[in-house]
């Protein structure tokens, strides 16, 4: 059997192809040298069909060996990651090997986000299979970042026949696992409650976790990791599988008869039906794999370096980000020009670096029942031009941020009533509306471009630098009237496209200009938007002791840094909670910090706290981007206190947080166990002006102070240079 092997740092990943040509998968995990092929075992197995190349020899079934790239039609009836039809309606493929080649440098993806590299960095491995019936190739690609310990999945699919073949499912990486017990950890949720974490077994039979909402969405996050039945935050086995796509996706994970048990990940093809025409390429979206044998702690590790460096890009991949307040929980669409210049005059006092316009300053936009796709800016409303308000804000030395939503329109818009074709709508049925709104048809590139240029007009006209890119509902009632436009199954991936075309143009064409992701909060919060956006809209949730969670469950594959977090008023505009001043600034600090309330509502003392809160977050606001991420609670388990911390990367300063999320009388004493500390070195705190052992402090922990009151919080600074 010749074998394909690929190394990281601490990792191996092993390959082989058998004497048929078919590509097996033979072993993922810590760095190993050898054969691997000893792993496979051979038997005549019932009802597991046997390939008509290997003659009467029984023992060798696709529906058994662990499988590289599964396809349908090979006879493995386990759930396949590639499946084609062709013009007569026959399904299925006999994938078998060809060739491979290894190359300096990272491969790309045109029209796509993929991790980047420089090229000493990494090398790509590319496997050719073929189909020799329809002539159809398909080209496994490898991205490894050796001292990252990841290795980057994608697929390329090329029509070299002569009649149009459909792509039915095309995903982009496949890990078969010959045995053990596995659970799946996953993190599902719904609007203003992203990310929960919930961890079950992988039982026989399929466990499929997905969107087919047109974006990644608050339902289901396109991250998974699946460990051993031991593994914890500090200990044990665990792979982790993310895709860097906004769209429609699925994951599978399933156990077969023999209990082996494969994961996947890939487009959902659900509504995916892929015309690929003689001649022409398909590129599928990227997945990033990582392993480690250290538990989830260091696998979150791996992937927060890789957003950071390698997935993030622009002027702020690594400049600070500004403080910022956002108009729309201080004034929602209730405001006129001088409104928010007095927002700004208050936020310039306390220190504040940017002024955020949300909602309501375009077309004809009081409501959200109008306005949408007008993007021209309501100088009525305003009492004059966008430059009048972005020159007041900047004489104040503050920064000017806008808000958009390209992809949608109302149909009480001009742009509706001249282009309702435009809109996703299915003639013959009343449309599904979303907050009042349809979709515009972003697989078009006339209506990308439409939309980019009057926006740009307005991005030109002012001296804007900071955009909110929001999305507000999920999209169905996919139908498009272009002339010459048959193949339905390609517009849910032709859209995903054009939205990455719209951000890929706004990039390039104004560098200097931080944009932020949302939808609808965290409804799209994955790593292929976070190539363009380097912070995202947590969630719509601004509730602090929800946002404790949320934050906790995004934490297991995306850093801090990229999660967009604002002290909201009290009582919170989602839950009705209250939470004091103080507690609400120590958890919008473990992200990109800024403000989401009326200024002048504010008290003498809160006024205080906010220019506190942010020459704290200055202070520390590198520790939070580029230090370790240690969770030490878990949501629902610890339910006394929750607690988290950041430590620099040399180990000499750390940053403890604490909240409480209960209290009793007679409070017995609550310790929070730090991680990732040097234990010989002795840490001085300033909040308590004492020094304390690094051993200590991991092994029993800091005590949680005992107060009276509900949701208290604390923030430990420990300096080691200063001990």
Excluded at 143 to 162: A, F, K, W
Excluded at 684 to 713: D, I, Q, R
Aim: aromatic residues 12%; hydrophobic residues 35%; proline residues 4%.
């Amino acid at each position: 059997m010749e074998l394909i092997t690929l190394h990281t740092r601490n990792t191996t990943y092993q390959m082989g192809i058998d004497e048929m040509g078919f590509l097996l998968h033979l072993y993922y995990g810590p760095k190993a040298e050898g054969d691997m092929s000893f792993l496979l075992t051979y038997a005549d197995r019932g009802f597991s069909g046997n390939p008509y190349d290997a003659g009467e020899n029984r023992t060798i079934s696709m529906d058994v060996f662990p499988l590289e790239y599964p396809c349908c039609g090979n006879g493995d009836f386990r759930s396949a990651a590639f499946n084609v039809r062709d013009k007569q309606g026959v399904f299925g493929v006999d994938l078998r090997f060809q060739q491979y080649s290894t190359k300096p440098g990272k491969y790309n993806i045109p029209g796509l986000p993929a991790v980047y590299t420089d090229e000493k960095e990494a090398y790509t491995m590319e496997i050719i299979l073929t189909d020799e019936r329809l002539s159809l190739e398909v080209v496994l690609r490898y991205g490894v970042l050796p001292e990252l310990d990841v290795i980057t999945r994608s697929v390329i699919v090329r029509n070299q026949g002569n009649e149009t073949v459909f792509i039915n499912k095309v995903y982009s990486a496949c890990i078969d696992f010959l045995g053990g017990n596995h659970e799946l950890l996953h993190f599902y949720g719904r609007h203003t409650m992203e990310r929960n974490l919930e961890r079950i077994p992988v039982i026989h039979g399929k466990q499929q976790f997905g969107s087919r909402r047109g974006m990644s969405s608050h339902q289901h996050n396109p991250f998974f990791i699946l460990a051993g039945e031991e593994t914890t935050e500090d200990y044990g086995s665990c792979y982790g599988m993310a895709f860097l796509y906004s769209g429609n996706f699925s994951f599978e994970a399933e156990k077969d008869q023999y209990h082996q048990t494969r994961i996947q990940i890939g487009l959902l093809d659900e509504m995916f039906d892929y015309s690929l025409d003689p001649g022409e390429t398909f590129y599928s979206p990227e997945a990033v794999l990582a392993y480690s044998s250290k538990g989830l702690t260091a696998l979150s590790h791996i992937y927060h370096e890789l957003i950071q460096e390698h997935v993030c890009r622009g002027k702020y991949k690594h400049a600070a980000r500004p403080v910022l307040i956002n108009s729309w929980e201080a004034a929602y669409m209730d405001f006129d020009g001088d409104k928010i210049i007095d927002i700004a005059r208050k936020a310039a006092k306390l220190g504040i670096d940017m002024v955020v316009l949300d909602d309501g300053w375009f077309g004809n936009r009081d409501t959200d029942q109008s306005g949408l796709g007008d993007w021209k800016v309501n100088e009525k409303k305003l009492g004059g031009s966008l430059s009048r308000i972005a020159d007041a804000v900047n004489e104040l030395n503050m920064k000017f941020g806008l808000w958009i939503e390209p992809e949608m329109v109302n149909e009480d818009s001009e742009l509706y009533r001249k282009h309702p074709d435009w809109a996703f709508v299915i003639p013959g049925r009343l449309p599904v509306r979303g907050r009042s709104q349809l979709v515009l048809d972003f697989s078009r590139k006339e209506v990308v471009d439409y939309i980019y240029d009057n926006i740009v007009k307005v991005i030109s006209s002012a001296n804007i630098e900071y955009i909110k890119m929001d999305m507000n509902r999920s999209i169905c009632d996919v139908f498009t009237i272009t002339e010459g436009y048959q193949n339905y199954g390609k517009i849910m991936h032709e859209y995903v496209l054009g939205v990455y075309d719209f951000l890929e143009r706004l990039n390039q064409n104004f560098p200097d200009i931080l944009i932020e992701g949302c939808s609808g909060g965290g409804g799209r919060f994955d790593m292929g938007m976070l190539y363009y956006t380097p912070q995202i809209w947590c969630s719509d949730d601004t509730d602090a002791i929800e946002r404790i969670r949320i934050q906790h469950g995004t934490s297991f594959c995306y850093p801090p840094g990229t999660m967009a977090s604002h002290v909201s008023a009290a009582p919170n505009h989602q839950t009705g909670r209250t939470v004091e001043f103080k507690t609400r600034g120590v958890v919008a600090m473990a992200g990109s910090f800024g403000y989401e309330l009326d200024l002048n509502l504010l008290t003498d003392q809160e006024e205080r706290e906010v220019k506190e809160q942010i020459r704290t977050y200055k202070r520390d606001e590198k520790l939070v981007r580029g230090g370790d991420y240690y969770r030490l609670h878990t949501p629902g388990k610890d339910v006394e206190a929750a607690a988290w911390s950041f430590v620099s990367k040399k180990k000499d300063e750390a940053l403890l947080n604490i909240v409480t999320l209960d209290t009793h009388g007679n409070e017995p004493t609550n310790y929070v166990r730090m991680k990732g500390l040097e234990p010989h070195i002795m840490y001085y705190c300033k909040e308590t002006n004492k020094c304390y052992s690094g051993a200590v402090l991991m092994h029993v922990g800091y005590p949680v102070p005992l107060v009276m009151g509900e949701y208290k919080a604390w923030q430990f600074h420990f300096d080691a240079e200063n001990a």
